[in-house]
């Protein structure tokens, strides 16, 4: 699968030190890319949608990502992240979010790729409990999913396209994407 747009390309992404976790920086990359595609379809009029009352704004769930990737990173698994009052842009929008975004992946996927296995598996503090980093870091890509996802719903009922994530969309196919017309 190729995308139109990519944040973090290749050279972006380093060798991990451990080449069984090569997979994790090239998701987290991945995860990178798939987020900013899908924001990328928003105007910054969209900023304030929301689809329900009790549902969190377009916006919000923008600023969310940027200050709980900072949190679930620099709190938890340990990498260095600015202080949280420097993670937002200074004026929020699709293009300030996305390139904020960018900006934070690239130093953490350099951070992570050097450690060790021991530094992986090491128990820290996670929320009111410990945990190994190599679980909240995948515990971390799943949030994302899920706040990509509630963008993905936003976009539809905003009538705009939704991009291609894991597979084809409504709005994006090829030949052969979907393996139930290919069986």
Known sequence: M?????????KDIPRAAIPLLQHALETYAGEINKVISTWSQFSDEDLPFRPHPRSSTVCEILRHQLLSERRFFGEFIGTPEPPSQEVLPG?????????????LARPRLRFLAPQTELWWLERVRFFDTERERIWIFWRRVLHTAHHRTQLTDCLRLLDKPVPSTYGPTADVTWSGADPTNTV
């Open 91 to 103: 004026t929020i929008t699709i293009a300030a979010c996305s390139t904020r975004l960018t900006e």
């Open 2 to 10: 190729e995308y139109n747009f990519s944040a973090l390309s290749e």
